[in-house]
């Protein structure tokens, strides 16, 4: 889950609710001692303060053990910090003392997809559908499950119902267009326009949702993947040229840039492609192989045409 989730969910236990069980009206003062160690970890990760942010939390979960908020921030320091079997632990904790809750169970999912075990996570989505089918983050947990799995009709169906309920979560756009191309790789080429298409409509979601932020370069190279399958190569070259303006030099890629490029006709653009590929790749035997082809293309194509009086 993203960072900010969990500032938001220390900065209401800052404020004194507690967002898993019900505080009483009287706490004890250990909860309140616990709460207030709490907030403090939230500053010190505000500034960037992990490891005192880490014994702010043991701190409180010492000082008040059946504080499941204390044990929920804890498990997200840890994890941050590369302790993800003691995170997971955590949240298991916080789960037996605030009860099977939703949120817990995702994150504990998503914990444990992470960290490969996928029966585990597949466990948690199921539960979390079955307490909460109208939130939209146990429906995306299972459909990161199938796509664990390669299920990627499962996948889909599942990213569907997550977008349904929420669709301003560009992570799951982006996720669904992996889902809808890895799913056409799997289909005869004449079967395959439907999914890529659809692809292309969740990247453009996705790009929609930055909200006028430039993305990086592999939206760029993945776009321009998808129209090389539909064989439309113009607009192909012009994903790749916008990728390698942020500094896109990946040989296979440029490889297939300069094929493109060949494929519109292209061919003195496709012969600069591959020479500065090879200066990046210079062993690279497929670009030296296509650069020997078009360049004797050039050749013949000059030689056809009468001297210039």
Do not use: F
Not at 253 to 279: E, H, I, K, R, V
């Amino acid at each position: 889950m993203a960072r900010w989730v969990w500032v938001a969910v220390l900065a209401l236990a800052a404020g004194g609710c507690a967002l898993w069980v019900r505080r009483p009206s009287s706490a004890p003062e250990e909860l309140l001692l616990s709460r207030r160690l709490t907030a403090q970890a939230l500053g010190a990760w505000e500034r960037g303060d992990l490891d005192l942010a880490h014994r702010l939390l043991q701190a409180a979960v010492k000082q008040c053990s059946y504080d499941p908020d204390a044990r929920i921030q804890l498990a997200e320091v840890l994890w941050h910090l590369g302790r993800r079997h003691e995170a997971r632990e955590q949240i298991r904790q916080a789960i037996s003392l605030a009860g099977p809750e939703p949120e817990l169970l995702v994150r504990r999912g998503e914990m444990n997809l992470a960290m490969g075990q996928v029966e585990q996570a597949w466990q948690d989505a199921q539960a979390a559908i079955a307490l909460a089918p109208k939130k939209a983050e146990p429906w995306a947990l299972r459909a990161q499950v199938w796509a664990a799995l390669g299920r990627w009709d499962r996948a889909l169906a599942d990213y569907c119902q997550a977008l349904h309920r929420n669709d301003q979560r560009p992570q799951w756009w982006k996720e669904l267009a992996g889902a809808y191309w890895n799913h056409a790789q799997r289909l005869p080429p004449n079967q395959r326009p439907k999914a890529l298409y659809c692809c292309l409509m969740a990247l453009e979601q996705w790009e929609e949702l930055l909200q006028g932020k430039e993305p990086p370069l592999e939206h760029w190279v993945q776009k321009g993947q998808v129209y090389a399958q539909l064989g439309r190569w113009e607009d192909a070259v012009a994903q790749w040229q916008r990728a390698r303006s942020q500094g896109w030099s990946d040989p296979a890629g440029l490889l297939a840039l300069a094929q493109a490029q060949a494929q519109l006709g292209q061919l003195p653009q496709a012969q600069a492609t591959l020479q500065a590929l090879l200066q990046v790749a210079p062993q690279y035997a497929p670009a030296h192989e296509l650069l020997s082809q078009i360049t004797k293309v050039i050749q013949i194509t000059q030689s056809s045409y009468p001297p210039k009086r």
